[in-house]
């Protein structure tokens, strides 16, 4: 196994514990999701794994090195984007990628051709040889994925790489970390963006309330909820649904969506319900389908936690 993360508790010195007897592994060549909403404990499960602070109890394994005792191992073996913004002023994308390769060990013309390719292939030539104070906030994340990769650790470590990355180039990016994954090194991707993770990982955990709530594969996760199907109706401009039927449940309303669920067996019911809203001029469409997995963690994490940021589906 390559990581093994073993309850691991982080309280810190105000008396947060912002990981609370987390445990799980990671394989060789995977790409493994942490997910949970903010707050969860995730970039603080990540500074233990990459040795930048020790937990409080428990253990953490890198190929059979205990890196509590051996921060330093850790180090050498993750390469790491950090959440918060990596500066590089006074350089540019180009020399910044370039000279983290080589600090990682790489031979120039092999981190030069590396480097360019990148930069090709998230599409960010035109700022490849710009001054670092000038590129946007998405742009400096994508270089800062370029600095994280160019010479990939055992485990390349991510978090939030997408933030604030246009969707054209988080799509280029998801591509990406695949391919590193392909290439058979590992990937540790820690991101509230759960359908975005849902297309990437193998498998992913979901952190919530400093707790690990669940291990598997994103189909597994789907299967927390087979009973259940989601309906989501676009209400017509200035309509509202005066009553809802028993049926329905846990619904949420964002602007004219409304997302709520039904039971498998009540799916004639909800049809012909949502065609009379429909037929009424009160809903513009409807749709009908599985559960996904942004589904299934808005379900657990709102089973488990009050206080969680639900942000991400309003
Ligand atoms: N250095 C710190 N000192 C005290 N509390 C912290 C510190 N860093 C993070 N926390 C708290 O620990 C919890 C988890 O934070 P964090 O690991 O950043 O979560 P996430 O990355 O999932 O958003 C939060 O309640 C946060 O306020
Ligand atoms: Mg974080």
Redesign the pocket.
């Known amino acids: 196994m390559l990581l093994e993360v073993n309850h691991v508790v982080k309280k810190?010195?105000?008396g947060?514990i912002?990981n609370d007897d987390i445990s799980l592994t990671v394989d060789s060549g995977e790409v493994f999701g942490l997910l949970?909403?903010?707050?969860?404990?995730?970039?603080?499960?990540i500074s233990q794994i990459i040795g930048l602070s020790a937990p409080t109890s428990g253990s953490i394994h890198i190929n059979g090195i205990d890196i509590v005792k051996n921060p330093a191992y850790a180090r050498k073996v993750c390469s790491f984007q950090p959440?918060s913004q990596v500066p590089i002023d006074g350089l540019s994308p180009l020399q910044a990628i370039e000279i983290i390769g080589r600090l990682r060990g790489g031979k120039k013309n092999d981190v030069k051709k590396k480097a360019c390719e990148l930069i090709e292939k998230l599409q960010i030539t035109p700022w490849a040889t710009k001054s670092g104070e000038k590129l946007s906030g998405g742009v400096r994340r994508l270089v800062a994925f370029c600095m994280a990769v160019v010479v990939p650790g055992k485990i390349v470590i991510l978090?939030e790489p997408t933030n604030d990355v246009d969707p054209l180039r988080r799509r280029l990016l998801w591509g990406e970390v695949r391919s590193i994954a392909d290439e058979g090194n590992t990937v540790l991707l820690?991101t509230h963006n759960v359908l975005e993770a849902e297309r990437s990982v193998d498998r992913l955990a979901i952190?919530n309330g400093?707790r690990l709530l669940k291990v598997g594969t994103p189909a597994a996760f789907k299967e927390y909820d087979s009973e259940n199907l989601t309906l989501e109706l676009i209400l017509e401009p200035s309509q509202e649904i005066m009553e809802l039927p028993s049926f329905i449940f846990k619904p949420h309303r964002a602007g004219r969506r409304l997302r709520t669920y039904v039971k498998s067996q009540d799916l004639t019911e909800t049809v012909g319900w949502a065609q009379a809203l429909q037929r009424e001029g009160i809903v513009e469409e409807f749709f009908i389908g599985p559960i996904n997995l942004e589904d299934a963690y808005m379900q657990m994490t709102a089973d488990h936690s009050v206080e969680n940021s639900q942000s991400d589906l309003v």
């Open positions: 810190y010195p105000n947060t912002a949970g909403p903010n707050g969860a404990g995730k970039t603080t499960l959440q978090d820690v952190i400093s």
